[in-house]
């Protein structure tokens, strides 16, 4: 059976491999137990470099070598190999981590805080506008600015990003630790679900293709796109302006939410 070539990308990229380790595991996981050329052959690989593919590959655990003449090269079954990435990855996080904390003991950790502090030239923080690239950096970006609420988060969404924003806002406010800061979510989605929601949460059901949010009414993200897309495509844009933000909730009461008194 031959794979696709964007199957054949998407195990490159999942996996950490190069494309001619893809070509011969995915023919040996097909073979079960093959030749070095064997493999060559009907992977495409050339055969100069077949060898040194499979020993990265035995050195990785993807494949075993089986000592005889010739010698042969058996298959991982891939539940095996799934946890052995998955632990990989695991270390190599926690190393990351760990660099990370060890860093903000240090002088070089130090130094930046002094050159951010002490820079020639400082932006006003009153009257800031940046772009956010990709959803995992927007939904990362948004939690942040909920968890740093004092009173008011409101919220836009569609029905598909309903249960995104819902548990983005429990996770914040549980990790802020504030049972004063009053939610509420707009979203095409039933009234009913409204009864399931927390104390401080308020579902306000209407139909919209907004998507933003609004943090004490001095700084909002609103995003470019329905969020249906890339998710890498996806993209918001913060503003923090308290003369913007009131303009915009002005905008929002009198069409969205009709004078609603939130």
């Known amino acids: 059976m031959a794979v696709k070539q964007e199957t054949l990308l998407r195990l490159k990229e999942d996996f950490k491999l190069n ?51 010739p010698i042969q090269y058996l298959s991982v079954p891939p539940e095996e190999i799934m946890e052995r990435v998955r632990k990989s990855i695991q270390a190599d996080t926690d190393i990351s981590l760990r660099m990370l904390e060890e860093i903000k003991g240090t002088g070089i950790f130090k130094d930046l805080e002094l050159l951010y502090t002490t820079g020639v030239e400082k932006f006003e923080s009153e009257d800031i506008c940046t772009a956010i690239l990709g959803r995992e950096n927007l939904m990362h970006f948004i939690k942040q600015l909920i968890e740093r609420a004092e009173k008011k988060v409101i919220i836009a969404t569609t029905e598909e990003g309903f249960s995104r924003k819902l548990s983005l806002v429990a996770k914040a406010l549980r990790k802020s630790g504030k049972k004063n800061v009053k939610v509420t979510i707009i979203a095409p989605v039933k009234e009913s679900i409204g009864k399931k929601l927390g104390q401080n949460i308020e579902l306000v ?58």
């Open 205 to 262: 059901c209407r139909p919209t293709d907004s998507r933003f949010v609004v943090i004490d009414n001095k700084e909002m993200v609103f995003t470019l796109n329905d969020g249906q897309g890339d998710k890498q495509k996806d993209c918001g844009i913060w503003v923090k302006s308290d003369f913007f933000t009131r303009g915009m909730l002005t905008l929002l009461e009198t069409t969205i939410l009709r004078k609603q008194n939130i």
């Open 19 to 69: 494309i001619y380790e893809v070509r011969i595991w995915t023919v040996l996981l097909e073979k079960g137990i093959a030749t070095a050329g064997e493999l060559a052959d009907l992977s495409g690989v050339p055969r100069s470099r077949c060898y040194d593919v499979l020993e990265s590959l035995e050195k990785k655990g993807f494949v075993l070598m089986k000592i005889g003449k």
